[in-house]
């Protein structure tokens, strides 16, 4: 298996401006989780989808983060306006439930908001 | 909810020693534990789980983890460290309902 994919592995950007950080989950999962990795705050999980469906997203800091899983292979991770605070690792990561509950992780994007 | 803590922010041992990354958790139930490492730059990777059967679990790379109940404990320990350890190590728990929590990580240092 390709393992989960993120894009952009890099990404620089303006204070204000959109990000969309995108995933695709291993094929099958049925479970897909977005972290955010600060030095500060450590890993957070930001919200987590079951078969498409968000089921908690009490990590989200704020209104600028919204996240969309449109269909199993694919979902993304909007800031709307971007600010400094937000630079950070997000990652996605999925699972099967039935093997366990492993969480395969993305190598991550990284953002820097400038 | 569930919790994780590693009560050891940073670990320095030398090459050849014994290591025991320490993890306590809180969770109503029996939960699922993970020991994952992460690599500068990297994302994490799996190293063992536990969720039934035999509490000593074996992962890659020469680790081991014990799991106690008595003591929500999920100690992860390996006999002889490499230089190649060198990584952040972190803990987690997974409900039955599939969320996840992660411990703050522990930074494993290996002295020559």
């Known amino acids: 298996d390709a393992g989960v994919i993120q894009s952009p592995r890099h990404e620089v950007t303006e204070m204000g401006q959109e990000v969309t950080l995108r995933c695709k989950p291993i094929?099958?999962?049925?479970?897909l989780f977005w972290y955010r990795q600060t030095m500060m705050r450590g890993l957070e999980l930001l919200i987590y989808?079951?078969?498409?469906?968000?089921?908690?997203d009490s990590g989200m800091p704020e209104d600028r983060f919204s996240a969309k899983m449109p269909n199993a292979s694919f979902s993304t991770l909007k800031i709307q306006p971007s600010e400094p605070r937000d630079s950070a690792v997000y990652f996605c990561?999925?699972?099967?439930?039935?093997?366990?509950?492993?969480?395969?992780f993305g190598e991550g994007s990284w953002l820097t908001v400038v | 909810a569930q919790s994780v803590t590693q009560p050891d922010i940073h670990i320095t041992v030398s090459e050849g020693a014994s290591l025991e990354l320490r993890c306590n958790y809180s969770?109503?139930?029996?939960?699922?534990l993970f020991w994952y490492v992460q690599s500068p730059g990297q994302g994490l990777q799996l190293l063992l789980k536990?969720?039934?059967?035999?509490?000593l679990v074996q992962g890659i790379k020469g680790f081991e983890a014990e799991f106690k109940r008595s003591q929500s404990s999920f100690n992860l320990r390996k006999p002889s460290v490499h230089w190649s350890d060198a990584a952040e190590y972190f803990c987690?728990?997974?409900?039955?309902?599939?969320?996840?929590?992660f411990g703050d990580g522990t930074t494993l240092t290996v002295k020559p």
């Open positions: 536990y969720f039934s059967g035999d509490t």
């Open positions: 987690a728990v997974v409900t039955n309902a599939g969320k996840s929590t």
């Open positions: 094929s099958g999962h049925d479970y």
């Open positions: 989808f079951n078969n498409n469906v968000p089921i908690d």
């Open positions: 969770y109503g139930a029996t939960p699922y």
């Open positions: 990561a999925s699972s099967l439930l039935i093997r366990g509950n492993t969480i395969y």
